[in-house]
Every structure is written in C-alpha cells, then in structure tokens.
C-alpha cells in the first residue's frame, strides 16, 4: 500500500518546472538533490509532507530532528502568535524575559546547564563551545569525533572538503580511544574534547571510557547534544549515560523545528563568555525563545517522547519482519528514538530507500530513522506494509550475489561512512551498544 498522492501528468509536470527553477537559482546538486531527494517540498503537518505537486509523504526522521512534536505542532504555534502580538517579535536589547525564562528551564533539566548563550543553528553551537573550552583553558588543540556542523574548524579530516587552510589544532580521533591518547601525547595541552553520542553503536561504557580519557589529558569535555538532546532521553544522552561534561550542545527539538539553539554548562567554564565575543544580532528576536518554552511544556511529561519511542519500537519490528521475511541480511536496530537500518550489501539499501521514498516514505540509506510523537499508527503500518512491495521492488533491480551478509561487517562500513570511525572501534565497542 502507497500513501502517496495519485498525481496527475500537470501536476508532475508543475513540479518539474519548479525543480528546473530551484536547480537554476538555489539547489545544490549534491546536498540538497543527491543526497536527499529530487522534490520541492511545500508543507508539512505532524509527520505528512506534501511536495509542490501536492504529492503527499510521511516523514520518519521529524524534519532532520528538528521537530520531535511533528512539524506544526499547534500550541508551539499559538505561543508563537501571542508572544509575537504581545512583544513585537523583535526587541533592541538581547536580554529578554523568554531568554531569562529558557535559561533558567534548561538549568532545571540538565544539571550541568548552569548557565546557556543562545545562538541559531548547530554549527553556531558548537563553534561556540569550542571557542570557550579555547578560552577557558587557554589551550587551543581540541580533540574531536562526530559531525558537529559546516563551520571551518570542524572540516579538519573529512573528506578532500573545505578550504586548504583548515584549523590545524583541531584533530578528529574518530571515536578510538586509543587515538585520543596519541592525538593528547603529540599535539596537548588539550583544551577540549566534543563528541557527538553515536548511540546505536557505541554504549554508555563506551562513553564513561571517552570521559576518564578526557579527564586524564586534563581537557574539558563537550558532549554534542544537538540530535540526543531532547530526543535520547529526557535529560539528554550525558543524563542518561551517567557523564557530568564541562559544556553541552543543544538545538534540534529545543524549539520544534524554529531554530535556536544553546550552549550550555558549567558556571566557571560558561564565564568565558566575559573573555571573547559570541554576540549574534537574533538573540533579540522572541519568536525562537516562545517556541521553545511550549516546546519545552510539550515535552514535559515525557508522553511525547514515550510516543516516539512506540513509534519507533513498531518500525524497527516491522522493518527487521520484512527483512527476515525476504532472506535479507539487513537490521533495524537500536534506541526506538532515533534508530538506524543497515544492509549487508548497501547497494541494496540504497535501492530499497529509493523505493519507499518513491512510494511515499521519505528516508534515504545511512539517515537515522527520528519519528515524531505525531506520526499516526496507519501511517507506520502503512510504511512497515510497503517495505515489503519496496524489497521486492528492490531486490529485483540489485545484483546481492556478492553480499556476505555479516552485520559486524556491514556495521562497520556504514559507521566509517556515517561518522568518520576506525573499524577496530567499532568492532572493541558495538556488541556493547544498547540495541534492544
Ligand atoms: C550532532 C550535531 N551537531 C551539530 C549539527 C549542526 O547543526 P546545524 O545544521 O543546525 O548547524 C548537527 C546537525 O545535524 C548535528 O547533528
């Protein structure tokens, strides 16, 4: 069963012009068209999403995890609107109440969130982070693993990507332990260590280890909060896996899908704010603050969270059902919330998401599965029924003769691709992950 739109050649036709157009005056051919998908999309509501044809998708990873309440979330909506009616929406002063007010709401959630400064994205985030463990230390190597936005510093040992004059005191220890020590003994003092939690391969010994590590060379920690902040656990990833970082990342789901975004931590750490400048014009605006308390009220509770969770138990079962009942060596694995799916022969993976985007789920391979709490029951069984059609469909077109069918082997290709990991770490550490 498809849940997409029946479209008609007009309206295919509409939709093509309009992608002539963006692929003229704006889409970049590889990150928004090959790695994502050849669609103008228009709205979006809960868990559906609607392209210019009005062709209709359901989203599995609740907007790239902006929005774990689904997008349009309505009393995140109406708060929107009374405080924009109520303050104007702009003030010429960056302190304002709701930023007192979401600050002193992070401080009672996370522990360590003495103190936060708030910026836009991501990526502002943790440049920010890094600039004050820099500070706050006075050291400026900063050892580092996992994806932490586009700015400068971080593009150190990606791919031949970025500017030759990458920041050469930035060094990426792809989450080996073992290379951390190497990286402190040849380039410390170190002034800081920013890890994004890869929560599906690595457990939470793994990431008490990385700690003491840390600790040892005598760096602050930074745990990368921006995915697992409000969507691993209440309390974020460091909460649940028993760590105590200097300073934390926050973004997606902070504010459902608005952006904004915080540094938070420690009160002696955050004070470095007073020695450098991270001023940025958009803290004066309210809206991403207004989002953000009745976001942060929704997810109160825990109830949204619980619901996602669900949502995420069903699709992982569904998924490992249909891939077992194919022959498939293929799993869906891992913490409910955001869990990820490896094929033993990703050319087939690659096939198979290609076919359930097309018939109207949209995910591609090596994206994380981050259902929203407003994803409906009928649209997750109609996305667990159409993975069957979609594997079929699939295994027709790809040749898997090849394929040996391991999942550590198959783990550790899609780690190294995914986040830039040794194959021995994941082979030292993935039995260990928290895969339910
Ligand atoms: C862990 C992590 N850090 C930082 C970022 C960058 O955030 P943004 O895209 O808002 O700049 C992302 C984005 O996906 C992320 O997942």
Redesign the pocket.
Known sequence: MSTTTPFSQATDAAHAELLGRARRFTASQTWDLDHRFPLVLDRASGAEVWDAAGRRYVDFTSC???APLGAGHRPVLDRIGAELARSGGILPGPLSTLRVELAERLAALFPVAERSVFF???????TAAVRLARVHTGASTVLTS?????HDWHLQDRTPMGPPDRDPQTHDFHYDLGLLDELAAAHGPVAGVIV?PEVNFFPHAYARALEEATRRHGALLII?????GFRYATGGYHTAAGLSPDLI?L??GLANGT?L?AVSGRAQVMAAVEDTYLGNTYQREITPFAAALATLDALADGTALARASAVGDRLIHGLNEVFARHSVPAWAFAHPTMFDVVFADSGLGHAFFQQMWSRGFLMQYGGRFMPSAATRDEDVEAAVATADSALAAALEETDTSHCDGDLLTAAVRFAGERFVTTPATVERWFDGADRQ
């Open positions: 790239s995890g902006a836009r994205t991501g990526s502002c985030a943790t996992g994806y932490h936005g586009w994004t990368d909060e921006v995915m697992t990342t973004s997606k952006a975004s």
